[in-house]
């Protein structure tokens, strides 16, 4: 049974992302029929940077429902399930997963995290049990199917011995809303290490796609200017609330 490494292609996304929500944006403050600002965009009437500032000041705002016009598909690869069921915690999405219910596990990948890779005793008890648990799995498979449930009904009963190490496949959509708040709570070094890579590698996909909606996408820091997360737990990458909060109440004379 194989160990694995995490994968994220991108399928597909809405064609030309910063023309549509600079459309639907100017929609919201212009007396037009966006229909007709299309036509003119498509021409290429309306520069990209101009488009590009646009949109940037309105978010800048905090007007963003905009942008829910836009989404990304992604199929992710080689990840465990408990990176699975953290991800389907984001509501706002559309997920295709991988069954254990249909898909034989009997020589399932499995997920390593780092610190276990990094301990040479660790990592040769993690791979003993993960071949133990191929090793139930099978004989379990087995069992059912000689006692008369055949197919999936044995593989769905068979398994839940499997770890949450079992690497899975997803397919998931996300509009760029939904995008942007995964990415400010997945991408903060806060975030577990297997979901935060995985948000790394979809946030650089859609800044390929379309940098000016991501500019400023990340850990929630980046759009704040300063760590939310509290002194027991900020990284140090920006300052604190409220060491800012102290630094502009401190007199000038001082």
């Known amino acids: 049974m194989p160990a694995v490494q995490p994968r994220v ?14 459309a639907a944006f100017r929609q919201c403050y212009h007396a037009g029929f966006a229909g ?7 021409r290429g009437e309306i520069p990209r940077e101009e488009q ?4 940037a000041s309105v978010l800048a705002s905090g007007h963003a429902s905009p942008v829910e016009h836009v989404s990304f598909t992604f199929a992710i690869g080689g990840v465990s399930r408990a990176l699975t069921h ?3 915690r984001h509501r706002i999405a559309s997920y295709s997963q ?22 040479q005793k660790a990592a040769a008890r993690f791979h ?14 087995g069992l059912l199917e000689a006692s ?5 009904k044995a593989k769905e009963d068979a398994r839940f011995v499997l770890p949450q190490a079992a690497a899975s496949n997803i397919v998931v959509t996300m509009n760029v809303r939904s995008l942007l708040h995964f990415f400010e709570e997945r991408c903060c070094s806060r975030a577990q290490w297997e979901i935060r890579r995985v948000a790394d590698l979809m946030l650089a996909a859609c800044r390929d796609v379309a940098p000016e909606l991501f500019a400023v996408a990340g850990a929630k ?5 300063y760590c939310p997360e509290g002194s027991a737990f900020t990284c140090g990458r920006f300052p604190l609330r409220q060491d800012l909060k102290n630094a502009e109440e401190k007199p000038a004379y001082e």
Request: net charge neutral; proline share 5%.
């Open 86 to 88: 953290q991800l389907v």
């Open 148 to 152: 008369g449930r055949a197919g999936s």
């Open 9 to 22: 292609e991108l399928l597909a996304h809405t064609p030309d992302p910063l023309a549509l929500v600079y």
């Open 98 to 119: 991988q069954s254990q219910r249909y898909v034989d596990g009997s020589n399932f990948g499995y997920v390593v995290p780092p610190a276990i890779a990094a301990d």
């Open 221 to 225: 820091c980046r759009r704040l200017g």
């Open 128 to 141: 003993a049990v993960m071949e133990e648990i191929g090793a139930a799995y099978r004989e379990l498979k």
């Open 52 to 55: 590009a500032a646009f949109v």
């Open 36 to 42: 007709d600002l299309r036509a003119r965009l498509a």
